[in-house]
């Protein structure tokens, strides 16, 4: 997955450096923010807060798991 977001951060760079380099200015900054790094962050956050969330009910299972298999052994 990582290597999709490089090929992707990759071609929206080489576009915003062909608008920057052509003269348009604005254009390549807009390219290089708007169309490059603001939606990777976006899409990296959103599958950073998945993973932690994840990970929040795994361990909450398995606390669950554990408090119930003494309270089992015993009786």
Excluded: D
Excluded at 67 to 75: D, G, I, T
Aim: glycine residues 8%.
């Amino acid at each position: 997955m990582l290597i999709v977001v490089i090929g992707y951060l990759y071609v929206v760079g080489i576009v915003g450096v062909v608008a920057l380099a052509s003269g348009h200015i604005a254009s390549g900054i807009f390219t290089l923010l708007f169309a490059g790094l603001l939606p990777t962050w976006l899409w990296l956050s959103i599958l950073r807060r998945k993973r932690i969330n994840h990970r929040a009910l795994l361990q909450e299972q398995a606390e669950a798991q554990s408090a119930a298999a003494p309270a089992n052994s015993e009786s």
